[in-house]
């Protein structure tokens, strides 16, 4: 059975470390793919996806260098055939301001990345049970 791909941009190398340990503990059942901003992440979608095959999920950071978040949130949104994976905005950012607008960009669910391992893990536990569960992902439809 072919693994769930979630799609990640993240720039921090321990953010990354933590993500990836959080999924192998929980049962490594999906595919996890890093990218380091935002340009690398919407060059991995136009080389390796197609209509047939698209992420599950993107985990978005906010800030990374040469695309932030918020900029490919929008680009992602705008493109007829990204704009179907739900974006997940998992960022350090608290501020109420930043978390409407992502939301209003096309964000489907914004995290507060948690400080603790543990909490991390909860997060995982989260995202398997409602993002590739419970929820009818559009991209697996297509």
Known sequence: MKKALI???EDDFDDRFILENAFQEAGDTEELVFVENGLDLMQYLQSKCN?????E????????PKKNGKETLCEL???PLYRRIPVIVY???RNEV????????????YIVKPSTF???????ANIRSYWLSTA???ASLV
Do not use: F, W
Not at 57 to 64: C, G, P, Q, R, Y
Not at 118 to 124: C, E, F, L, P, T
């Open 91 to 93: 960022t350090t950012t």
């Open 136 to 138: 009818s992902s559009v």
């Open 57 to 64: 999920i993107i985990l978005l950071d906010l800030n990374m």
């Open 77 to 79: 949104k705008a493109h």
């Open 118 to 124: 543990d909490a991390v893990k909860n997060v995982v």
């Open 98 to 109: 930043e978390i409407k607008t992502c939301y209003q960009l096309g964000a489907n669910t």
């Open 51 to 55: 209509d047939r095959y698209l992420p």
């Open 7 to 9: 799609l990640v941009a």
